[in-house]
């Protein structure tokens, strides 16, 4: 209908269940698992379902769980009930069992059963790549990036994308995950501290005593000792509110041209956390759909496999909006297919305006102010560029 084809000698594949979907973390908790519906609804409209292998996917078993998690923590998350914790209402974020329970991550009903199909659909994907049935296998219910081995942390229970690099890790011999969700990529960078075998990259709001989780500062670089081969492997890029669709595409693009100059990765792990947009309801950036979309571009020009996941977003029209883009230029469909949102998309009314690529002003009352200078985002990439002078692979 909009010309959309299946691109010739390449394959992407779309991994989801609207199962998944279903699950509810509560009436004002920001995450809501309906904005993969709606993304995949916009998808549809779009008729890019044509040009892609869709699979449903399945729950992770709980064997594939325990390839990072803890035997005890998943025991735990298996059958704690919310009925278990009564919660305390003068206390809300009062220090509870792994975490779970308080407000950021409630227990609620399904929720074993929600962790693991987002888990079991970032494994499919990992999996596609893995067997080179995939060139982009597409997860928007994983990228739950802060998840502990025993821990749950900032909505996210179960580290779908620890578990889809341990897969791609049997294949290809070193994997460059890169992390564009508002904050930072703790539990991913803390799951591979260690090794050589991953680089870690996020881009996020740095501010330690205001924004979650408070890590990820421009000189942690992994290990401070050069024995450890860790040392240099994770790389932050600390940034403040407002930045704009402009600085943060000269930053990716120098940033991770570098990087896969000098760490020659093999397969990248891209989440796309859509709280990075402007009018996202916890995010700060001033990013439009086409910045945010432009990252996913650039790391497919780059000619490798890749998965890319979800992650956050908490405008679910912007979140729908971003992943639907970021759909077409995995298949390549992005300079075909039209600003207008299809009249015959469901839930329509939801996107208020009917435009993909809403202005900033559409996006929220008044646009951030922007805090980022171009003098501090220069002294960033020098920085980047110094410790990517001992890594050579
Ligand atoms: C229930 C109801 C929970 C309303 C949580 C915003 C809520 C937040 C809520 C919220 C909220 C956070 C903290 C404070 C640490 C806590 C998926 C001492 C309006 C990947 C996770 C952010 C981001 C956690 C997840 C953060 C992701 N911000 N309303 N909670 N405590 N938690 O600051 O990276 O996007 O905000
Ligand atoms: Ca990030
Ligand atoms: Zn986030």
Redesign the pocket.
Known sequence: EYGIVRPKGYTVSYHATPEMEKHHF?Q????KPWRLTLTKSLVTAYGMPFAMDNYVTREATYEELNAFHSSDYLDYLSTAAPEDQPRDIENP?KEVKYNLGG??CPLFHGLYNYCSMSAGCSLDAARKISSNQSDIAIAWGG????AKRYEAS???YINDIVLAILQLLRTFPRVLYIDI?V?HGDGVEEAFFSTDRVMTVSFHKYHPETF?PGTGALEDNGPKSENNPGAHHAINVPLQDGITDEQYEALFESIIGTINERYRPSAIALQC?A?SLAGD??GRFNLRVQGHGACVRYCKSLGLPMIVFG??GYTPRNVARAWAYETSIAIGADTRIPETIPDHAPWREHFIHDTLFPTLEQSMNEPRHNRNSDKRLREIVAHVHEQLRFVSH
Do not use: I, K, Y
Not at 143 to 146: A, F, T, V
């Open positions: 509560g004002t908790h920001p995450m974020d407000s950021d990228g739950l990036h802060h900032g909505f996210c969700d904050h979650f956390g709280d309801r916890l992650g956050g």
